[in-house]
């Protein structure tokens, strides 16, 4: 409870919260991943998705697809920054799958794409271990740009993990796309360097059969597990653990709802996405301050933490090189662990629904997730639900 807030210094051995210090070395390599290749959005308008990505955020628009590339039933942009590459995609018919999860889900993420250098063995080696298949492993022919190797398999909910292996590509992201030139301006200021983590909300019972399918499919290991006693406030709680593959780079940790007075920010997810889904993708800055600073003058919002969040603070996390003046200010969370200390702020939801949102994450030395912002971060969403006649 209340020593959830307090105590962040040695969270990760409190009652509740149990970090796995072997777990990078307990993955297995049948599936080697290089990192992250790009997260795709499936969205109703992608050209005002790709305007609000790149003159929010700062994304610039690097290729397009669409009727003028002789693509007739989708139209993509995709927006890069730094290390982080994401995909708008919109349908451009009301049949088919895109059209089906827009009308469902609203805007929402349809495909985590892990680099990979043999697509064929990461999607044969998932699929005997009992992955379902979405793309078998195909050729796309780029002429002189040579060939991008790609295969796909299912997750949770309708959410997708593309292997694509660009080795012998030297195109613009992929064969039907054509580089956009001459960008109009991507807002300035941003730092925003890699995806840090992307979490899964699946639904109640469900968490520890996605923990084992990230295991036994993709030999991922566990990293953390937070019961209830740690995540919870006074009305509600949630579950969470942490699986990480070989190489550390892929972190996704796996939200089930628990039973509380009232309803959970993870129920609240799944009533509206009517399925489970990608709850929020952690981008890493190293300048949380500048980025967070501009995200805000451009117009993002994000969850307000309360005074008193600050109050306590500084005795917590100690020194974090930034002033708890600018930490308020600008409604930043800080957190520490035997490792080092993070900083840390949530959006609000991104599109319409009260379902996906982002976070921003400056990493220093910190391997964790901020276990100690998570009572007064609910806390902070549950007033979000009440606004929204959700909890
Ligand atoms: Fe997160």
Not at 218 to 245: C, P
């Amino acid at each position: 409870m209340t020593q959830t807030l307090e105590g962040s210094r040695g969270a990760a051995n409190q009652a509740g919260a149990h970090i796995n210090a072997n777990a990078y070395a307990e993955a297995q390599d049948f599936l080697p991943i290089k990192g992250m290749d790009h997260v795709e959005f499936w969205v109703g308008n992608a050209r005002q998705a790709a305007a609000y990505y790149r003159a929010l955020w700062g994304f610039t628009p690097v290729a397009y697809s669409g009727l003028e590339t002789g693509v007739r039933d989708r139209t993509s942009y995709v927006m890069r920054q730094n290390d982080i590459t994401i995909v708008l995609t919109a349908p451009l018919t009301p049949d088919g799958e895109i059209a089906e999860h827009v009308h469902r889900h609203g805007d929402g993420v349809h495909d985590i794409a892990f680099a990979v250098d043999d697509v064929a063995s990461a999607w044969r080696e998932t699929t005997t271990r009992g992955a379902r298949s979405y793309l078998e492993p195909t050729e796309l022919d780029g002429g002189d740009d040579g060939t991008l190797r790609r295969s796909a398999v299912h997750t949770y909910g309708e959410v997708v993990h593309s292997f694509i292996d660009r080795n012998e590509y030297v195109g613009v992201f992929a064969p039907g796309f054509r580089a956009v030139k001459k960008p109009a301006a991507a807002a300035k200021g941003m730092d925003l360097r890699e995806i840090d983590h992307c979490v899964g909300n699946v639904a109640l019972g469900q968490m520890d059969e996605f923990v084992a399918y990230y295991r036994d499919v993709f030999g991922f290991s566990q990293l953390i597990h937070y019961d209830d006693k740690v995540i919870h406030t006074e009305y509600s709680a949630l579950m969470s653990k942490v699986m990480t593959n070989g190489n550390g780079r892929i972190k996704f940790p796996i939200n089930e709802p628990a039973t509380g007075k009232k309803k959970s920010q993870i129920q609240e997810f799944l009533d509206w996405y009517l399925e489970s889904g990608t709850q929020h993708v952690a981008l890493r800055t190293e300048d949380i301050v500048k980025t967070v600073r501009t995200l805000r003058a451009n117009g993002v919002e994000f969850l307000g933490m309360p005074h008193e969040y600050y109050a306590t603070l500084g005795d917590r996390v100690g020194d974090v090189g930034v002033p708890m003046e600018t930490l308020e200010e600008l409604g930043i969370e800080a957190d520490r662990d035997e490792e080092g200390y993070l900083l840390q702020i949530f959006t609000r939801p991104v599109q319409d629904r009260p379902t996906f949102f982002f976070e921003i994450i400056e990493r220093h030395g910190s391997r964790g997730f901020g276990v100690g912002n998570f009572k007064a971060l609910f806390e902070a969403i549950e007033r979000e639900q009440a606004k929204r006649g959700n909890l």
